[in-house]
């Protein structure tokens, strides 16, 4: 059974930085590019950044330019560094496959950027 389980969340002021973990089990790690995803309170869900397992990065526009995705193929990890945080990026984040799965959602990890 497939899991992923985010963490690194947490309360940062306006212009802080934070470093997000999804931790994956399972084989579709290893297989499946991997991507950031959000949700805001009464918004939906979007997609934030993807990272294919060669390598490759695409960014949302919210994303590009301050936000980072990296996975370690070795340990089965994907990262989001994410700089320069704005009170709008408060959401929770998540870590799926990409496209996203709906088995595969986890609890995800608030971010709350206020002063």
């Known amino acids: 059974q497939v899991q992923l389980v985010e963490s690194g969340g947490g309360l940062v002021q306006p212009g802080g930085s934070l470093r997000l973990s999804c931790a994956a089990s399972?084989?579709?790690?290893?297989?499946?590019?991997m991507g950031w995803y959000r949700q805001a309170p009464w918004k939906q869900r979007e997609w934030l950044a993807s990272v294919t397992n060669g390598g490759r990065t695409t960014y949302s526009d919210s994303a590009k330019g301050r936000f980072t995705i990296s996975r370690d193929n070795t340990n089965n990890t994907v990262y989001l560094q994410m700089n320069n945080l704005k009170p709008e990026d408060t959401a929770v984040y998540y870590c799926n496959t990409v496209p996203p799965s709906g088995k595969y959602w986890g609890q995800g990890t608030q971010v709350t950027v206020s002063s």
């Open positions: 399972g084989s579709i790690f290893s297989n499946s590019a």
